[in-house]
Structures are given as C-alpha cells and as structure tokens.
C-alpha cells in the first residue's frame, strides 16, 4: 500500500505541475488581452478617421466629375497655367511680311471681282449641225 500511495502521491504532483504550468500559460496571454482593449479602441478611432477621409474624398470625385462631364461643363474648366499660349497680339510684322501681305489681299480682291467662266467644250453637241444642201452667205463688217 506504501508504493501505490507513493504512485498515488506521485500522479498527484505530476498532474498538479502540469495544471500550474497551464495556469501560468493563461495568465501571460490574459495580460496581453489586457491591452488588446487599449489596442482595439485606438484601432477603431483610427478606423473612423479613416472612413471619413474616404467619404470626403468620394464626395470631392463626385463633384469634379459633375463638373467635368456634367451638363455645360465646359464653362467650369479653368485654363492650365502651365498650359502654353500662342500670343500674335504683340508681334510686329517685318516689312516684307507688310509687303507680301498686302499683295496677297489685293490678289484675293481681285479674284472676287472677277471670276473667269470658263466654257467647258461639249463632247456630244445638243443639235445637229445645219444640213449642207441649204444655201450659205458669209458677210463682212467693217466696222
């Protein structure tokens, strides 16, 4: 009976070790779910912040694609300033310039006035030509 209390004993303690091993096992992960409420609720705000940034965002594309694609939406796009400009306002034109630009008008101009008509020949004519049995005269003007 001394050697099964011994055993009896022995079962007890080892089972007794491996409860308070479990037990400290617990313990060091409840400490770290002690801080897991600090970390959800920081995650959370964090979350929220994010999702109004989000909303902000969406609403700024909605309004520039309202102003980009909607309904007279050329009248709301505003000129690139880093856009380049062709400006012919300021420059002067060189004599030669004056001078080939003015005969070119007056070229122009009178191409206006007067338009040459130019008769296209007939392939096929419309009547037939006179018969030859019909008697001809040929008179002369000197005027």
């Given at each position: ?22 037990t400290s ?39 520039l694609q ?25 420059l002067d ?51």
């Amino acid at each position: 009976m001394a050697v099964e209390q011994e055993a009896f004993l022995q079962q007890i303690l080892e089972d007794r070790d491996q409860l308070y091993r479990e037990t400290s096992r617990l313990k060091s992960q409840l400490s770290s779910f002690e801080n897991f409420e600090k970390e959800r609720v920081s995650y959370q705000q964090l979350i929220d912040q994010k999702d109004t940034t989000i909303t902000k965002l969406k609403q700024q594309i909605e309004m520039l694609q309202r102003k980009i694609w909607g309904k007279s939406s050329e009248r709301y796009i505003n000129e690139d300033p880093l856009q380049r400009k062709l400006d012919f306002e300021g420059l002067d034109l060189l004599p030669e310039e004056k001078e080939l630009a003015t005969s070119a008008k007056e070229e122009i101009e009178q191409y206006k006035k007067v338009r040459v008509i130019e008769v296209k020949d007939k392939k096929h004519p419309v009547r037939k030509p006179l018969p030859e049995s019909l008697p001809r005269e040929e008179t002369h003007n000197l005027s």
